[in-house]
């Protein structure tokens, strides 16, 4: 059998070749500020093999604030927003603040904390006492503490699963327990109170939940139609009552001035017949006076 030789032109027409494969690997996975930072600068790593392109994820999820350290073989500069966590051989070294810190590669690691106040958007999806179907939507307001980073970095894998799972458990323990109406006007109630079951959880890790606010409590159309249908009748019922009272009080009213002419009239009436009598009285009277020998009777 033949066998062909191709050119160099023809293999990059038929495919890339090994060294532009392995090039367009590196740019995938991102280049490397430093061998001293470890994997992932909010949590536990020991790789740095691309670092920039997972944190520029992290950064577009929202999930990580973007940070201005900088960092550069031996030297690591963190800016007032950090914390920076020395490891020595794997262990605790130190724990720094913003500056210039130098390490003693490879021995020695860094680590950067963020000290800002983090947002974390929490849906859930539960019943009420009703039998209404609702979905929950949380924001949740947290920060690490400034003296346990240590804590926020070398005992939780993933802070904001973490955080999730509490807040879920906290609303899926209070919304049966409420009607839907109940939930709309207890919505306060509910922030604070799973606010306060989730920080006393975090605090053994470092982590201080500042707030978490209910947003929105959503219903389905069909439940909302119905509810606004309920609302409708209710107004129409109490529409109905108003205007029976009104019409109430109307022949009421007109009863008692019919009541009252009456009585008026009955007592003019009254006054008339006694005027009558006297007239009658005062002229038989003077009649005995001019002639005595008329009878009375008559």
């Given amino acids: 059998m033949a066998t062909r030789t191709f050119s160099s032109r023809e293999m990059s027409v038929l495919g890339p070749s090994r060294s532009q494969t392995l090039e367009g690997q590196q740019r995938l996975e991102g280049s490397v500020d430093s061998p001293l930072l470890t994997q992932n600068s909010m949590y536990v790593g020991h790789s740095t093999q691309g670092l920039n392109a997972r944190l520029s994820r992290r950064r577009r999820d929202n999930k990580e604030p973007p940070s201005r350290s900088c960092n550069c073989c031996c030297v690591v500069c963190a800016d007032q927003s950090v914390k920076v966590i020395v490891q020595n051989f794997g262990r605790l070294d130190s724990i720094g603040n913003a500056g210039l810190h130098l390490l003693k ?56 699963a973490q955080i999730e799972s509490y807040v879920e458990d906290g609303v899926r323990s209070m919304l049966p327990s409420m009607t839907i109406d109940d ?115 008559q």
């Fill in 105 to 160: 590669w490879p021995f020695q690691t860094a680590a950067l904390v963020s000290l800002k106040v983090r947002m974390l958007d929490v849906e859930v999806n539960t019943k009420t006492l009703d039998n209404v179907s609702v979905q929950v939507r949380t924001s949740v307001q947290y920060q690490v503490e400034d003296d346990r980073v240590d804590d926020f970095l070398f005992r939780l894998q993933d802070p904001s």
């Fill in 183 to 297: 939930a709309f006007l207890s919505k306060t109630a509910i922030g604070d109170q799973v606010c306060s079951r989730t920080e006393t959880e975090m605090e053994a890790f470092g982590v201080t939940i500042l707030s978490v606010l209910v947003l929105e409590l959503k219903i389905a159309p069909e439940v909302r139609a119905a509810m606004n249908a309920i609302q409708a009748s209710k107004r129409l019922r109490e529409s109905s009552i108003h205007k029976a009272e009104a019409n109430k009080i109307m022949v009421v009213r007109r009863a008692e001035a019919n009541a009252e002419a009456m009585h008026l009239q009955g007592q003019g009436l009254a006054r008339q017949r006694v005027a009558m009598c006297d007239g009658i009285a005062k002229i038989i009277a003077m009649m005995r006076e001019r002639d005595s020998g008329v009878d009375q009777r």
